[in-house]
């Protein structure tokens, strides 16, 4: 697909169409506000950290914005045609350098305002709290009233 949502939907319909029962699907990954989005749908690329941080070299702090995101699908059928859609976001900054030993992807490299760390230095059980999915799936958790 061409958006995290797209994909989201295309990963739950194929789940229910080869189970046959309902499925719950997410994409995810990181949107950097100076580079337009990107990496966006191809976060999860190999040599991506590395990448990210020579492109934004020299692009200064107040620049670096950017966002973890998180799209649901959750699909009653292969052919729902109302499939229900939750999307969560983390924001906060891209790093100059890795910091922390935890986590995977880009978690070295986002910089988490409120906890003043990066996502790689939060233990795991307050990650799952904070997390883009986390978000997402409180919103969809309210949507169908177990919340």
Known sequence: ????????????????????LPALADDSGLAVDVLGGAPGISTARPESSA???HVLQDVPDAERDAQFV???????HAD????????GLWHGRILHAPRGEHGFGYDPLFWVPECDCSSAELPAAEKNQLSH??????LLKQRLGIA
Do not use: T, W, Y
């Not at 998180?70 to 009653?76: Q, S, T």
């Not at 729902?80 to 999307?87: A, G, K, M």
């Not at 999915?133 to 409180?138: E, L, N, P």
């Open 70 to 76: 998180c799209a649901l699908a959750l699909v009653r």
């Open 80 to 87: 729902d045609p109302l499939p229900i859609i939750c999307e």
């Open 133 to 138: 999915r986390a978000r997402a799936m409180s």
């Open 1 to 20: 697909g061409l958006s995290f949502i797209e994909n989201a939907i295309l990963k739950a319909r194929n789940a229910a169409r080869l189970s046959g």
């Open 51 to 53: 990448k990210l941080l």
